[in-house]
Nanobody, 118 residues
Framework: QVQLMESGGGLVQPGGSLRLSCAASGSIASIDAMGWYRQAPGKQREVVATITDGTSTNYADSVKGRFTISRDNAKNTVYLQMNSLKPEDTAVYYC????????????WGQGTQVTVSS
């Protein structure tokens, strides 16, 4: 059974930084795209950043230039470095990955809270 475990969330002041990590574990044959999504109270879940199994990345306009997504394929881990955080970045952040065991399937982490406040 595959699991995604996120870590690194917390409370940070505006202008501060956080680094989120998400490690996939289980009977994994391969991992295709990985990404980070977020959901603020009263809002729909939105994509923050995605990365292919290579190095191609995409970012939401609201985080371009401030957030960086990366992955370590040897560790089945995806990261999200968040700099210059703003109060509007406050949300629950979810890790997502397309993982092949016997077939490809979409997996989600349990979410980690990021709060940006003074």
């Amino acid at each position: 059974q595959v699991q995604l475990m996120e870590s690194g969330g917390g409370l940070v002041q505006p202008g501060g930084s956080l680094r989120l990590s998400c490690a996939a574990s289980g009977s994994i044959a391969s991992i295709d795209a990985m990404g980070w999504y977020r959901q603020a109270p009263g809002k729909q879940r939105e994509v923050v950043a995605t990365i292919t199994d290579g190095t191609s990345t995409n970012y939401a306009d609201s985080v371009k230039g401030r957030f960086t997504i990366s992955r370590d394929n040897a560790k089945n881990t995806v990261y999200l470095q968040m700099n210059s955080l703003k109060p509007e970045d406050t949300a629950v952040y979810y890790c997502n990955a397309v993982i092949t065991t016997g077939w490809a399937k979409d997996y989600w982490g349990q979410g980690t809270q990021v709060t940006v406040s003074s």
